[in-house]
């Protein structure tokens, strides 16, 4: 059987579709943390598959993804952050910070709420853990979100 373009859109989007129902108990928290920060003067937009709160006034610096939204410290996704690797070795490798993050908005849609726990089973926030290494291989090359492809 061949599938003609439609249907593999159609196949995509209801992956989509389904992917955010499953995150959205991750995006529900994610939503209520965004609301409390624009009550802090924190601004939303809609970027990289989530809904994004900048200048949130709280919590250690950078961007947190959960499901389908992005908590972010800064101004914009479109600054470049180092990625893990060099952060920890050296270097100056950087990529786009919200390819880095969509790439775990990915992540969430197939994981849902499976994704914090294999997240920190998988080393939290370190240059070791899988889902940081997939995000920012996906962020470098447009390539290999998902953290158990084996592609390392
Ligand atoms: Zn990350």
Redesign the pocket.
């Known amino acids: 059987m061949r599938w003609d373009e439609g249907a593999g859109k159609l196949l995509l989007r209801a992956g989509q579709v389904l992917g955010a129902a499953w995150a959205a108990p991750m995006t529900l928290a994610g939503l209520l943390a965004g609301g409390v920060a624009m009550l802090r003067g924190a601004k939303a937009s809609v970027s990289d598959g989530a809904i994004v709160f900048h200048h949130v006034p709280f919590g250690p610096g950078g961007?947190l993804?959960l499901g389908n939204t992005i908590l972010h410290t800064g101004g914009s996704l479109d600054a470049p952050a180092l990625t893990?690797a060099c952060r920890a070795h050296g270097g100056m490798d950087t990529v786009r910070l919200g390819d880095?993050?969509r790439?775990?908005v990915y992540q969430y849609l197939v994981l849902g709420p499976l994704f914090l726990p294999l997240y920190f089973a998988c080393g939290g926030i370190s240059h070791r853990n899988r889902?940081?290494q997939a995000?920012?291989r996906y962020a470098a090359t447009g390539r290999g979100w998902w953290p158990f492809s084996g592609d390392r």
Do not use: G, N, R, V
Request: aromatic share 18%.
């Open positions: 961007a993804t893990y880095h993050e790439a775990h889902f940081e995000a920012d």
